[in-house]
């Protein structure tokens, strides 16, 4: 799992800064999440997991 905490300056419009922010945010991830805080009616942080997932082998190894 990786996390990176960037911080952003207040813009003015701020409706479609934190919506291009998730789209961003959704489109470099393969498999995660990406979550929305809000407090008063305003998103005020953006934040993204990505997970790496690993495939089991087909056979397992057995003790000899």
Known sequence: M????TEHPVPTDTQ???VEIVRK??????FGS???TVHDGRV?????????RFI?????????
Request: hydrophobic residues 35%.
């Open 2 to 5: 990786s996390s990176t905490i």
């Open 16 to 18: 479609a800064d934190w």
């Open 25 to 30: 945010n959704v489109g470099n991830l393969r």
């Open 34 to 36: 990406v979550q929305i």
């Open 44 to 52: 005020t942080q953006v934040e993204s997991i990505e997970k790496t």
């Open 56 to 64: 089991a082998n087909e056979a397992a190894p057995t003790n000899s």
